[in-house]
């Protein structure tokens, strides 16, 4: 599954961006199905409490995502494309001992027999190889501007992501992007008593031909939680910016 999408990846750097974009806007909402469905500055989220542990599930909307990105560099999303399914899970851990999470091990179900793993840190690694070129850089010294021989060197892979993104990016090293990711997803991780954490579960897109998607949260301790969230898709046309 991995492996195809970066191939779709590797696809989208090859296309250009003309005058107008075209732009699937997609909208998750909480389907009441027992938990508690709550609203707040960020968008809805739904709730779910099993024994002692509570589990929260928002999805992550287009706006949020682009906000996310650091030094000019974003894995979720750009200016006018959104490359995943993000949802913020938050787990409380209400109970007397600790609760062990791996959140890699959650699960999207897109409704149309589509199944989506949560994309872990390593997985990012290997998404990273296609989202752009990398150059050294030695320990302690300032990020130098990139030569035009340089710039021959890569003119084609940076034409493509000039496409996709709007704008051209260096990377001195991963730091950048292994800040992005490091700061929001949820990693594996035991919760202590009366401990509450929150991060982000990133899947592939889910289709959007599906007027449902239900997330999977297995093994919160020993507990599973199920959330439905009803989708709904318009068409948004917009002009990057500079174009």
């Not at 296609?130 to 300032?142: D, F, I, N």
């Not at 890569?154 to 051209?168: E, F, T, V, W």
């Amino acid at each position: 599954m991995l492996k195809k999408f970066l191939l779709l990846v590797s696809l989208c750097l090859l296309l250009g961006s003309c005058a107008s974009v075209k732009r699937a806007v997609v909208t998750l909402a909480p389907v009441f199905a027992g938990e508690q469905v709550s609203s707040g500055s960020s968008g809805l989220s739904a709730t779910e409490k099993k024994e002692a542990v509570k589990v929260s599930a928002r999805y992550v909307p287009f706006e949020e995502l682009k906000k996310s990105g650091i030094n000019g560099f974003n894995p979720y999303a750009s200016e006018t494309k959104q490359f995943f399914s993000v949802f913020e899970l938050t787990v409380e851990n209400g109970g007397s001992g600790p609760v062990s999470f791996d959140p890699y091990k959650c699960v999207l179900l897109d409704g149309n027999a589509g199944q989506h793993k949560a994309i872990s840190e390593t997985d990012f690694k290997e998404i990273f190889k296609v989202m752009g070129p990398t150059l050294s850089e030695k320990a302690g010294e300032p990020h130098r501007q990139v030569t035009e021989e340089e710039r021959g060197r890569d003119a084609d892979i940076n034409r493509a992501i000039a496409g996709l993104y709007g704008y051209q990016m260096y990377y001195p090293d991963d730091r950048f992007k292994k800040d992005v990711v490091a700061k929001t997803l949820f990693k594996p991780c035991s919760l202590a008593s009366g401990e509450t954490k929150r991060g982000w579960a990133v899947f592939e897109q889910a289709r959007i031909e599906a007027p449902y998607v239900s997330l999977l949260v297995p093994e919160v301790g020993t507990l599973d939680f199920k959330f439905k969230f009803e989708q709904s898709v318009s068409i948004e046309e917009t002009k990057p910016e500079g174009r």
